[in-house]
């Protein structure tokens, strides 16, 4: 009972949203939630409602309602803004700067100032392209199953992500040639694949080819290419830095100054380019041999042999 008192004080109320005075509205028919009715002495302010308020309409001034729920509704607040719905076939909004159309779940758009998007509602599919530069943007399921961001030479792709989480493939194309800390080289952009991310803290594959270098590497932990169990790390052009190894049984590191390489324990080599030396290894270094411009010499268990 006092639900209902409530509800019949709420439908006696007079319009909130009045231009005028003289279009206070004084109330016609009273028999809530059934049906009830109001209007301003002049006529040009009115309202009703009936069934528990699933349908009505109303009128004031440059603004207007009406509904039949859950299937109709619209609304008018000329010149700022028009919408209607024919639920479940159409939706539409104006104003001056916008216009958006729905049919059904098939098909939408949203025609901004600086934006015009298209929907596919049923896929949760979208397109969304820049009026003022070359910028867009596209995806599937809200950007989760996929999702591409342009931006001028920037393409950024990503395919089947747990809302940023983790991601099962990711490509970085156009970007900046030179990265963050190294040079470019010659090249116009670079490009970046991951596989397999979660957190940032794991990613089973990942390719970079920035600045000096190119790189792949399997299981990188903790964003950390070092702590990648395979890896080859290589630069361009004629410098020989090289960083590559398949933990334990294989490493190779070069660069300017010389480098090392390592094959199981069974056998591995030194080079030392200013020194002008190049050492090998067997079996732990129980053997190894060590060649200078001056000749080459024999060590066994740290014993030399002769040279």
């Keep these: 009972m006092l639900a209902l008192l409530l509800l019949g004080c709420l439908a006696a109320c007079q319009g909130p949203l009045l231009d005028q005075p003289s279009k206070l509205r004084e109330t016609q028919v009273f028999v809530p939630p059934l049906y009830t009715s109001a209007a301003s002495p002049d006529g040009t302010s009115w309202s009703w409602d009936a069934l528990f308020w699933l349908f009505g309409a ?131 952009s670079s490009r970046r694949v991951s596989v397999g991310d979660v957190l940032g803290l794991v990613t089973l594959f990942g390719y970079d080819d920035v600045g000096d270098r190119r790189e792949w590497r399997v299981l990188t932990l903790f964003s950390n290419e070092v702590m990648s169990p395979i890896r080859s790390w290589r630069s361009r052009g004629d410098d020989p830095f090289v960083r590559e190894w398949l933990f334990p049984l294989y490493m190779n590191v070069q660069d300017d100054d010389g480098g ?48």
């Design 58 to 188: 109303s009128a004031e001034g440059g603004r207007s309602h009406a509904r039949a729920l859950p299937f109709y509704w619209r609304g008018s607040d000329a010149p700022f803004s028009e919408s209607s719905l024919w639920f479940p076939f159409y939706y539409g909004r104006t104003t001056p700067t916008s216009k958006t159309r729905f049919y059904s779940l098939l098909y939408g758009f949203d025609d901004g100032e600086y934006l015009h998007t298209d929907y596919v509602p049923l896929l949760l599919s979208y397109r969304q392209v820049s009026k003022t530069r070359d910028a867009w943007r596209s995806g599937v399921g809200s950007g989760l199953l996929y999702d591409w961001r342009h931006e001028g030479p920037r393409d950024d792709v990503v395919l089947f992500s747990l809302f940023g989480l983790a991601t099962v493939l990711r490509m970085e194309v156009g970007y900046p040639a030179d990265g963050e800390t190294v040079p470019a080289l010659g090249r116009t």
């Design 260 to 307: 090392f390489s390592y094959v199981g324990p069974l056998w591995g080599s030194f080079d030392d380019r200013i020194e002008g030396t190049h050492t090998d290894w067997w079996a732990l270094g129980l053997l190894s041999r060590k060649q200078s411009p001056d000749g080459s010499s024999w060590r066994l268990l740290g014993i030399p042999l002769g040279g």
